[in-house]
């Protein structure tokens, strides 16, 4: 699977836009990228995911560059309970997610 | 509809002895993978099933085993316990395909002693 690079921490004030950068240089044509993320102590929660096209949920919007090494996770509106680890990962067609160290987002009042 | 169930939450056992925990996936998933947890390698994939069968094993020692059911339940089995298998175990279920989304189980924590 394609390495995926994403900042360790991040500060973001509650009520506006939350945007996570995620690098993945060596994706490859057929590679996903999804994002989960996962609040202390519970299991990782699906975000969203894009193969070329940018994609918008309830959650979020994954805005993903043109040659398709880098992608942003925009989180509209944060409030704290956006409070979490961010994961970017980039999948492959072999049945697995492979979780990188991710991004520790922390959103404050 | 219900999520994915994972027993038991939390559980302690000593170094030698071995653990079973058991995974109910989402009602209709084929799919359960297993992953484990810990402050030092983060998350890693385990093994994934789909219609009883393995299809994908990550780099786990074999004391690390499992299986499913025929209802798609699955199971996983640890035996001779080390205290490095002290861990948040999750398990996640999907319809299956490649590029489904998976939807992850509160976990099993799991403390050797």
């Known amino acids: 699977d394609a390495k995926t690079t994403q900042p360790t921490s991040m500060d973001c004030a509650e009520g506006r836009a939350a945007n996570l950068p995620c690098n993945h240089s060596?994706?490859?044509?057929?590679?996903?990228v999804y994002w989960y993320r996962q609040i202390h102590s519970q299991g990782p929660q699906y975000i969203i995911h894009?193969?070329?096209n940018n994609e918008t949920n309830e959650m979020a919007s994954l805005i993903i560059t043109e040659d398709r090494k880098s992608s942003t996770l925009i989180l509209p509106h944060a409030t704290l309970r956006d409070t979490a680890v961010y994961y970017c990962?980039?999948?492959?067609?072999?049945?697995?997610?492979?979780f990188g160290a991710g991004t520790t987002v922390t959103v404050r009042a | 509809k219900a999520g994915v169930t994972q027993t038991p939450r939390y559980l302690i056992k000593t170094r030698g002895q071995q653990v079973t925990l058991s995974c109910s996936p989402i009602?209709?998933?084929?799919?359960v993978s297993w992953y484990q947890q810990t402050p030092g390698q983060g998350l890693q994939f385990l093994f994934e099933?789909?219609?009883?069968?393995?299809?994908n094993k990550g780099n786990f020692p074999g004391r690390f085993s499992g299986r499913q059911f025929s209802n798609s339940r699955s199971e996983m089995n640890v035996s001779t316990l080390e205290l490095g298998d002290s861990a948040l175990y999750l398990c996640?279920?999907?319809?299956?395909?490649?590029?489904?989304?998976?939807?992850f189980g509160e976990g099993s924590r799991l403390t050797v002693l």
């Open positions: 996640a279920s999907s319809l299956g395909s490649k590029t489904g989304e998976l939807f």
């Open positions: 009602s209709g998933h084929r799919s």
């Open positions: 099933y789909f219609s009883e069968t393995q299809r």
């Open positions: 060596t994706i490859s044509g057929n590679e996903y």
């Open positions: 894009g193969l070329k």
């Open positions: 990962i980039v999948r492959s067609d072999d049945y697995k997610l492979s």
